[in-house]
């Protein structure tokens, strides 16, 4: 299968601070993918997957997206590139004053008529799409209350109805559960399992416990202090490879 | 960080304390000489002015520059220890009284050889005084595990301390001259102006309804026009401000050369406009469009947009940046991010500002009449500028003056609980 | 509500009292919905006269009726909002009229009838906080709470509500136009008449520069001197005008007190004060500067007594509960949460005094305002210039300083 996205010597100095985050960063995700990146915190991660739809721009290096060069592409071309592909945050970064709703349409954007959009304007298919799509993830009775007055596993998954709503090919998502609770935490990711297997979106999702990478990822990439440290299947990780990652004090923390 | 620029940073801060002493060291000076003119020059030029005889002045510069160096030399000033620099020796050991002494005298010719000495020493960052007597000023916290840590002296025992009393001292007494403060006068004219707060205090509302034939205004219509010039300019200000602060918000226009320029201008402009007060204003438009109410709208609406423009810009800077993020990363355009991401954030903070800005411009339109007319204004001026043609002046003043409170009283009370609404 | 730290113990009250205070709550929200109409209708009516009598007879009047038949009719057209349940106060109070899906004219005409008579009836509310006005139990249409009814959102321009608020806003800002005589033939003519101001204010006479810097510096001593005086009256002040802080009969007298006095003295300009003050101890620099002194202290007590209100409680009562008197929890819990705020407060107090007393001098209080006005009305734009260059420049300066030294203090 030819690969959906391929990165190539993916450098990235921060000039504030001179910190060198990533480190010619080369790999490639196939369709259909579950690609779960892990790492300490400080490693990259947000990093990667910023540079990868260029929220950050890269020092240096290449993107491809099915063939076509994402860092060199520019003003329309890049956000037609950009709406192919959804992210999901950890802070679920929701406009917490607007409604559900409106929340979940702003994934439209790259979609639908600039002109109507200025006057809050969406198509009625749109707005079908957006409710069928918090169905999905099962707050549709919530889409008129404003997004601060859902808890934390409810706007994580406003996040995913609105990544849901760009028809994406490719989903990332920078440690969506690390500020959930356990249980909530499952919930959200199997909605991420379920957009896998079941409309083959493929995902590049980086987590902060490894039990959570061995349990959803299909493979796994390792970053520490901006290289790739580890790349292969979960079941490869031994206590070796652990402690190369996550240092020597580290001790395994299981998230049920 | 480097050690160099650990080092320049050292450098940067010892110009900013020796400048800084120089000058609280000149104010001290000024206010002395203020002191003395006041006290005992006799020449009416000179009399109770911050001046000094021309030939005074190298003195006043070159003194104070000695006490400058004097202090800075020994260590011992306000701007070191504000900048956190300490004087020691090369093994960071608090220097010797005589090593004090070289290094104020050596600091003359550090300073004369500045250019040169930096020029031909291959220790760039360091200066010719410290090194001919062998000791350095240190930023403390750079060297922290070097330098002992000596037990905290009483506030009064600090250089830091004590000056502060001296420049306090001084500019209390120097205030109190200038500002021509004069108890005396104030307790022994309590009788003779006793009348003005009786009459004050007893208004008469005459003309409250039934205008004034003589002004051919009533205080409700004056009432009804404060509020209007006010809501006028409120509403006029905030409709520029809104554009323009998005333009003068750091974060919207990014970090491209235009963005910075674009942003640079609008936010000097709105910091010029801001700073001349309304009143100043309709001195201005008053020429512009004529004498008369229009002229304070427009005076009031002009500070309006630039007042609100700088709050409404710094609430855009304060956003959570993270849904910005997420609507890019959609492919929405650079408008749209700010339509569905920025304005929603701001909504409730803008109103809640024009809000205030609303009770603000009342209370300005109620004296904006001095150069634009109309207004609870005019007809205060007016009552005023009759005192002592007509009997009650004063009390028809006490009118005005209350309505101004009730009214204004009420306006802040209203937008109080709507602003609590709505954040 | 935020979280309140109250110095004193909160205790339960009686029942009766509750029972009191929730019927006084909903006589209240009545009476203030009816005055909510009639204030509207009111200004509506004033507002419409004005535009009709300016547009019609070429006078610019208010009235049109005699007040009391105006009232009458306000009235009246207040109690038909209500029994229809289209009331602006309503709205605004976020009341509904139920049920409406199955009602008939008749019980509207019944509840607009009985609206008369039933305030007579309401203080059964008093004892009896769950009673049902008489208009209503008869005409069987309730007013009901907007939350206790569910409601789909509808775009605001479809909301007769939005629409007719935005009709007002237009209304007023028209009615606005009319009444501040807005005179855009002015405006675009009259530029031209800038030019020797502006001329002016390019090359500014700078022969004054020395004059104008000495005024300068009264200028900037007195904000100063108002400012320190202001800080030693409201520091202490601002404790009795602390809501959390008050407590029991007195403290509440105290509070209300001192808050009225502080707004009282804040709703008053500057120059108003200055002008009562050059009565009193003659024209200069020092009744500006006593203008400036009392602006700045109620000023201070509202900014200061607002930051009181909303300290952690956490603190105090940590004191308190190691035993302290009132008294150390206050210096040991209280006051180290507020010291910054307060220094922050003060250096935005001194700008905004700064600011206020280049203008002081307009009615005689001294300062470069006095030179400045003097120069404008003698047409010496030149010099005028010179003066409005110096202020910039120091009103910049200061609220630079100012703003920086807050930032470091947050
Ligand atoms: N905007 C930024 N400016 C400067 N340095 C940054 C910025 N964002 C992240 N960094 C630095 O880059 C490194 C990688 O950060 P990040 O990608 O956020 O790691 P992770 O997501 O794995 O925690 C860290 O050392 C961090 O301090
Ligand atoms: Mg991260």
């Known amino acids: 299968m030819a690969d959906q996205l391929v990165v190539e010597h993916l450098t990235k100095i921060y000039e504030r601070g001179d910190i060198l985050a990533l480190d010619d960063i080369s790999f490639s995700v196939v369709k259909g993918e579950f690609l779960v990146v892990i790492g300490l915190s400080g490693s990259g991660k947000s990093t990667l997957l910023r540079c990868i739809n260029r929220l950050i721009e890269p020092t240096q290096g290449k993107v491809y997206f099915d063939g076509v060069d994402v860092t060199a592409a520019s003003g329309g071309e890049l956000r037609r590139l950009r709406r192919k592909m959804g992210m999901i945050y950890q802070q679920f970064n929701l406009v917490k004053r607007s409604s559900v709703l409106t929340n979940v349409l702003a994934g439209r954007l790259g979609y639908v008529n600039p002109w109507m959009s200025a006057v809050h304007r969406f198509p009625r298919e749109d707005i079908e799409m957006g409710l069928k799509n918090l169905e999905r993830v099962g707050i549709s009775d919530?889409?008129?209350?404003?997004?601060?007055?859902?808890?934390?596993?409810?706007?994580?998954?406003?996040g995913i109805a609105r990544a849901l709503m760009q028809e994406p090919e490719l989903l990332m998502a920078d440690e969506p559960v690390s500020a959930l609770d356990p249980a909530t935490s499952h919930s959200v990711m199997k909605y991420l399992e379920q957009m896998n297997q079941e409309d083959g979106v493929t995902v590049i999702t980086s987590l902060h416990f490894l039990s959570l990478a061995r349990r959803y990822g299909t493979r796994i990439l390792a970053l520490k202090d901006g290289k790739i440290v580890f790349e292969g299947l979960p079941s490869e990780i031994d206590e070796a490879r652990f402690k190369e990652i996550y240092g020597e004090e580290a001790e395994h923390v299981e998230v049920r | 960080m480097s050690k160099s620029v650990e080092e320049m940073q050292a450098l940067r801060f010892r110009v900013f304390a020796f400048f800084l002493d120089w000058a609280s060291w000149g104010y001290i000076a000024y206010g002395i000489m203020y002191l003395l003119n006041s006290y005992w020059y006799t020449n009416i030029h000179y009399y109770g002015r911050l001046s000094v005889p021309t030939w005074g002045w190298p003195i006043v510069i070159l003194g104070t520059l000695e006490l400058a160096a004097i202090s800075h030399a020994f260590g011992h000033s306000i701007g070191l220890s504000m900048f956190g620099l300490r004087l020691v020796t090369d093994s960071f050991t608090p220097p010797s009284l005589g090593k004090r002494w070289q290094r104020y005298l050596a600091w003359h010719v550090a300073v004369l050889s500045f250019p040169v000495a930096i020029w031909f020493s291959t220790q760039k960052s360091r200066l010719l005084h410290d090194r001919l007597t062998g000791t350095r000023m240190v930023l403390v916290k750079q060297y922290k595990d070097e330098i002992p840590i000596l037990p905290p002296r009483a506030w009064y025992k600090t250089n830091r301390g004590e000056m502060s009393v001296v420049l306090i001292g001084v500019t209390l007494w120097v205030g109190a001259l200038v500002t021509q403060i004069d108890l005396h006068t104030m307790i022994s004219r309590v009788s003779t102006s006793s009348y003005l707060w009786k009459e004050l205090l007893s208004p008469h509302?005459?003309?409250?309804?039934?205008?004034?034939?003589?002004?051919?205004?009533?205080?409700?219509?004056?009432?009804?026009?404060?509020?209007?010039?006010?809501?006028?300019?409120?509403?006029?200000?905030?409709?520029?401000?809104?554009?323009?602060?998005?333009?003068?918000?750091?974060?919207?226009?990014?970090?491209?050369?235009?963005?910075?320029?674009?942003?640079?201008?609008?936010?000097?402009?709105?910091?010029?406009?801001?700073?001349?007060?309304?009143?100043?204003?309709?001195?201005?438009f008053a020429v512009w469009v004529g004498f008369g109410m229009f002229a304070g709208v427009m005076a009031l609406g002009f500070h309006t947009v630039a007042a609100l423009g700088k709050l409404y810009s710094e609430q855009v800077e304060g956003i959570d940046p993270g849904p910005l993020e997420a609507i890019a990363a959609t492919g929405a355009r650079r408008w749209q991010v700010v339509l569905y991401g920025v304005v929603p954030q701001v909504i409730p903070s803008f109103l809640a500002f024009t809000l205030y800005r609303w009770d603000i411009n009342v209370r300005m339109a109620t004296v904006i009449a001095l150069v634009g007319g109309g207004g609870l204004g005019r007809i205060m001026f007016y009552y005023?500028?009759?005192?002592?043609?007509?009997?009650?002046?004063?009390?028809?003043?006490?009118?005005?003056?209350?309505?101004?409170?009730?009214?204004?009283?009420v306006l802040d009370y209203i937008s109080g609980r709507v602003r609590e609404k709505i954040i | 509500m935020k979280d309140r730290y109250y110095a004193g113990f909160m205790t339960q009250r009686p029942a009766f009292f509750t029972e009191f205070s929730k019927g006084l709550s909903r006589i209240r929200r009545r009476f203030l919905v009816v005055l909510t109409d009639l204030f509207a209708l009111m200004y509506l009516w004033t507002l419409a006269s004005y535009c009709v009598n300016d547009f019609f007879y070429h006078v610019r009047n208010f009235t049109s009726l005699p007040w009391w038949v105006m009232l009458i009719v306000a009235v009246e057209v207040a109690a038909f909002w209500e029994a229809f349940g289209v009331s602006i106060g309503?709205?605004?109070?976020?009341?509904?009229?139920?049920?409406?899906?199955?009602?008939?004219?008749?019980?509207?005409?019944?509840?607009?009838?009985?609206?008369?008579?039933?305030?007579?009836?309401?203080?059964?509310?008093?004892?009896?906080?769950?009673?049902?006005?008489?208009?209503?139990?008869?005409?069987?249409?309730?007013?009901?709470?907007?939350?206790?009814?569910?409601?789909?959102?509808?775009?605001?321009?479809?909301?007769?509500?939005?629409?007719?608020?935005?009709?007002?806003?237009?209304?007023?800002?028209?009615?606005?136009?009319?009444?501040?005589?807005v005179d855009f033939y002015a405006l675009s003519t009259g530029a031209p008449k800038m030019m020797p101001l502006w001329r002016g204010l390019v090359?500014?006479?700078?022969?004054?520069?020395?004059?104008?810097?000495?005024?300068?510096?009264?200028?900037?001593?007195?904000?100063?001197?108002?400012?320190?005086?202001?800080?030693?009256?409201?520091?202490?002040?601002?404790?009795?005008?602390?809501?959390?802080?008050?407590?029991?009969?007195?403290?509440?007298?105290?509070?209300?007190?001192?808050?009225?006095?502080?707004?009282?003295?804040?709703?008053?300009?500057?120059?108003?004060?200055?002008?009562?003050?050059?009565?009193?101890?003659r024209a200069g620099a020092f009744s500006g500067m006593l203008a400036l002194f009392v602006q700045a202290t109620a000023n201070l007590i509202k900014l200061y007594s607002e930051r009181l209100e909303s300290i952690d409680p956490g603190p105090p009562e940590a004191i308190r509960a190691t035993g302290g008197n009132r008294l150390q929890v206050v210096i040991f819990g209280v006051i180290p949460q507020i010291v910054n705020p307060y220094l922050s407060f003060t250096l935005y107090q001194w700008d905004i005094n700064v600011r206020m007393s280049t203008i002081i001098g307009l009615v005689g209080g001294g300062g470069i305002g006095q030179l400045l006005f003097q120069y404008m009305r003698i047409w010496d734009y030149r010099s005028a210039g010179m003066m409005l260059l110096l202020i910039t420049i120091i009103v910049w300066a200061i609220d630079y300083m100012s703003s920086r030294l807050r930032a470091r203090l947050n």
């Open chain 2, 205 to 284: 509302f005459t003309h409250f309804i039934t205008p004034d034939p003589a002004l051919q205004q009533s205080i409700v219509s004056g009432m009804i026009e404060t509020i209007f010039m006010a809501l006028l300019a409120t509403a006029v200000g905030a409709a520029f401000a809104l554009p323009l602060s998005f333009l003068g918000a750091r974060n919207i226009m990014g970090f491209s050369p235009l963005g910075w320029v674009v942003f640079t201008v609008v936010r000097g402009v709105f910091n010029v406009v801001r700073s001349i007060q309304p009143l100043l204003w309709g001195t201005v």
């Open chain 1, 142 to 158: 919530q889409a008129y209350t404003r997004a601060d007055n859902l808890s934390g596993g409810q706007q994580q998954r406003v």
């Open chain 3, 90 to 181: 309503m709205r605004l109070l976020g009341l509904r009229l139920r049920p409406i899906e199955e009602h008939r004219l008749g019980q509207h005409v019944v509840r607009y009838i009985l609206w008369h008579i039933s305030p007579l009836f309401l203080f059964r509310l008093l004892w009896k906080s769950d009673a049902v006005p008489w208009h209503e139990s008869v005409s069987g249409l309730k007013t009901v709470r907007a939350s206790e009814i569910a409601m789909t959102p509808r775009p605001w321009y479809t909301r007769s509500w939005s629409v007719a608020a935005v009709l007002i806003m237009l209304l007023s800002l028209g009615a606005a136009m009319l009444i501040t005589k």
């Open chain 3, 203 to 281: 090359s500014p006479n700078w022969a004054l520069l020395g004059e104008g810097v000495r005024l300068l510096i009264v200028t900037v001593f007195m904000a100063l001197m108002a400012t320190i005086f202001a800080v030693i009256i409201a520091v202490p002040l601002s404790f009795f005008a602390a809501r959390n802080l008050m407590h029991g009969v007195v403290g509440q007298a105290v509070y209300i007190i001192v808050r009225t006095i502080a707004d009282i003295m804040r709703s008053l300009n500057v120059i108003i004060w200055a002008i009562v003050f050059i009565v009193w101890v």
């Open chain 2, 384 to 409: 005023q500028s009759r005192v002592g043609l007509l009997p009650d002046a004063w009390n028809q003043v006490g009118a005005v003056i209350m309505t101004i409170i009730v009214v204004v009283w």
